[in-house]
């Protein structure tokens, strides 16, 4: 496999919400682009996007899909990553409310949003809230602690959402008592089966992934930890009341455990807008690796919902 780059953003920022948080952004692409959110990884900050291109004969990047597709793509850090305040008591739904904010202050039209990996519920909820015009879920946590998953979950991973239903304040305490991005990465790392590990140890990713990810933990764990127990608890929305469209992208060999037993098929089942893609050469890493099929798509899906398709 080539090695790839990661681009740079174009645009870094952070807008106030009311009641005087801000939220922390990075933009690729042109200003007045198609606006595309990006709900990023567990702990990655707002540098981490899309650009993503095999270097050139120039030097520079080849197949960019973000400025190829005449996207303005914006990655938000969530509250307590990056640059954007804490919200020590949020909610997905609460953040659903904080993008509405965010969409209405920078005047983005009919934006759609793309969840990768555990910010996939994070996507979900903006969708339920009617907050975005159409989805796309990559890689996507699942609602691991809904009940019909129980028993396709790894032990671990049953153990934790166990763990998290019966005391929540003392597994989130006990997740940012151990977490530590370098550790992160390197979880993420051994988890990968070979396809990813190859594409997630690449020099031209893994700088700047582990850079996303110290950035994210640039306050400390409480943003992490508080995510992980927003996403292994039951959802405060039922996907079913989603009406935008939803496209769920899984790579077959995807081997990480906190994504989907059963890469989005339930999910697919309770959404009923939704279409599921699963890859036959992918990985989790699907999000860079197929870039431009899954932006082609969230475009289509976004201008026939605006069409009233």
């Known amino acids: 496999m080539n090695d790839h780059q990661i681009q740079e953003p174009e645009r870094l920022g952070r807008t106030v919400l009311p009641g005087g948080r801000a939220l ?48 303005r793509l ?35 039209r009919d934006p759609a949003v793309i969840g990768f990996s555990q910010g996939a519920p994070f996507a979900l909820a903006c ?27 790894a032990a671990d991973v049953r153990a934790m959402v166990e763990a998290v239903a019966t005391d929540p304040r003392g597994a989130e305490a006990d997740v940012a008592d151990r977490a530590d991005p370098d550790v992160l990465c390197d979880l993420v790392v051994r988890l990968s089966g070979e396809t990813d590990r190859r594409f997630y140890t690449a020099p031209g990713f893994a700088r700047p992934f582990r850079r996303a990810v110290r950035e994210g933990f640039a306050q400390g764990p409480g943003g992490y930890a508080h995510d992980v127990v927003l996403t292994m608890s039951r959802w405060p929305f039922d996907p079913a009341e989603i009406t935008v469209p939803v496209d769920l992208w899984y790579g077959a060999r995807d081997t990480s455990p906190v994504h989907s037993p059963d890469l989005g098929a339930s999910l697919a089942r309770r959404i009923g807008t939704a279409r599921r893609h699963v890859v036959p050469d992918a990985g989790g890493a699907l999000l860079w690796t197929h870039a431009r099929a899954v932006l082609t798509a969230l475009l289509e899906r976004r201008g026939h919902a605006l069409a009233g398709g």
Do not use: N, Y
């Open 127 to 153: 969708a339920w809230a009617g907050a975005v015009r159409a989805a796309a879920v990559v890689s996507g946590s699942d609602e691991l602690a809904h009940p019909g998953l129980a028993g396709m979950l």
């Open 24 to 71: 922390g952004w990075a933009e690729w692409g042109p200003e007045d682009g198609v606006p595309v959110l990006l709900c990023p990884g567990a702990a990655t900050s707002r540098r981490l996007g899309l650009g993503v291109g095999r270097p050139g004969r120039d030097g520079g990047l080849g197949d960019d899909p973000v400025a190829g597709l005449g996207i």
């Open 74 to 108: 914006i990655c938000l850090d969530r509250p307590g990553l990056g640059v954007s305040d804490p919200a020590p008591a949020g909610t997905l739904t609460d953040f659903a409310q904080d993008v509405r904010h965010l969409v209405a202050e920078r005047r983005l």
